[in-house]
């Protein structure tokens, strides 16, 4: 599915100066929404259960909500989407292992670390190993690569109150990949998430990728076979783009679970005194025109409501590359003033 006629609703319904980027918007501001553990009511009451849970009830990091079930027939523990899904997450029996699964995973480790680096989007694509999964995986790759070269983030005013950062890593562009198997024991959990509450296909058997930005934020799930160049396009440039909407829900995606506290880490993250925009170069590859940190790129429909394409605008011309020309006249009239007069007197 396209993200365009969204995507453009969105930025233009009543939108706000802000020229922070929707990515690092997202990070700085949008507190990820609460999953839901629904403990039967035997459960609720176990001693030993609620040992388990105090230290997450008091200063718990995950974005996790404990209820106890109305439904005293309840006999498993379900784990349900931050949003209103009839399609639990997880279910069973709720010990210390358990736990340790529903809270976090080696990709979720991993997820957290890419965010805090400043990475602007992750596309985790989870498929199953075969030829034709790694052509497709191949080709998301490459086309990310490329579309690092013609995007740039906004140009941030640093008097602007609105568009303050707040603490965290350095501001950067960054299109990065997390690959996972879709058969791995250890990641099931998470790969229910990323597909999202709704579920529109099963992740054990199609091949996705999910694009994963701010506390853990899915802008969208796509199965490989119909996530063209043009979806991957529109899904980037509206997260590196401007934040044109102050309210976390008028933004399409959901949550996942991340066992981490968001407001301790980010502070905790050693930034520069610079804003630092990382665009990484594909070997072999060779740039015609300008450099692409002189490419600024814009977004406009075309050929109807629900295309986008990207406009290169016209390189700027630096500050000191307009000094040189300048400096060069002023020295040569002083050099002839100095000679004409030597000149006359022969």
Same mark, same amino acid.
Request: hydrophobic share 40%; charged share 25%.
């Given at each position: 599915?396209?993200? @365009?006629?969204?995507?453009?609703? =969105?930025?233009? &319904? ?14 700085? %501001? ?6 839901? $553990? ?17 230290? !997450? ?6 974005? =996790? ?17 931050? %949003?209103?899904? #009839? ?31 400043? #990475? &602007? ?6 498929? &199953? ?22 995007? &740039? $983030?906004?140009?941030? #005013? ?24 879709? #058969? ?19 992740? @054990?058997?199609?091949?996705? @990728? ?13 199965? $490989? ?6 979806? =991957? ?32 880490? $980010? ?54 590359? %307009?000094?040189?020309? =300048?400096?060069?006249?002023? @020295?040569?009239? !002083? ?12």
């Amino acid at each position: 599915m396209r993200l @365009a006629t969204l995507i453009i609703a =969105l930025c233009t &319904s009543g939108a706000c100066a802000c020229t922070i980027p929707v990515f690092r918007y997202a990070l700085d %501001r949008w507190e990820a929404d609460k999953f839901h $553990l629904v403990l039967p009511q035997d459960v609720a009451k176990d001693p030993e259960i609620q040992d388990l849970l105090r230290p !997450l009830r008091a200063n718990g990091k995950a974005n =996790l909500d404990f209820i106890t079930a109305t439904d005293a027939a309840q006999r498993d523990t379900v784990l349900r989407n931050s %949003r209103e899904s #009839d399609k639990p997450v997880w279910s069973g029996k709720l010990d210390a292992t358990s736990l340790a699964a529903v809270l976090d995973s080696p990709a979720r480790k991993k997820l957290v670390q890419q965010l805090l680096a400043g #990475d &602007s989007v992750i596309w985790v694509i989870a498929d &199953s190993g075969s030829p034709v999964d790694v052509l497709e995986v191949e080709r998301v790759e490459k086309r990310l690569k490329f579309l690092e070269q013609v995007a &740039s $983030l906004p140009i941030q #005013d640093p008097n602007d109150p609105d568009s303050q950062l707040g603490p965290g890593p350095p501001l950067r562009l960054k299109f990065a990949t997390l690959r996972l198997r879709r #058969d791995d024991p250890a990641e099931q959990l998470l790969l229910r998430m990323l597909v999202g509450p709704r579920g529109d296909f099963d992740p @054990a058997t199609t091949s996705f @990728a999910s694009a994963v930005f701010g506390r853990g934020r899915v802008l969208g799930a796509w199965p $490989l076979a119909i996530l063209d160049d043009a979806s =991957l396009e529109d899904a980037c440039m509206f997260l590196v783009g401007r934040c044109g909407c102050r309210l976390k829900n008028e933004n399409p995606g959901w949550d996942i679970l991340l066992n981490l506290d968001w407001e301790k880490a $980010l502070p905790a993250v050693k930034t520069s005194d610079s804003t630092e925009t990382s665009v990484s170069k594909p070997a072999n590859v060779e740039t015609i025109g300008p450099p692409p940190s002189q490419l600024r790129a814009t977004i406009e429909p075309i050929a109807g409501p629900d295309v986008l394409k990207i406009i290169p605008d016209e390189p700027e011309i630096p500050a000191n590359g %307009r000094k040189g020309p =300048l400096l060069a006249g002023v @020295a040569a009239g !002083l050099v002839l003033l100095f000679l004409i007069p030597r000149w006359l007197r022969k």
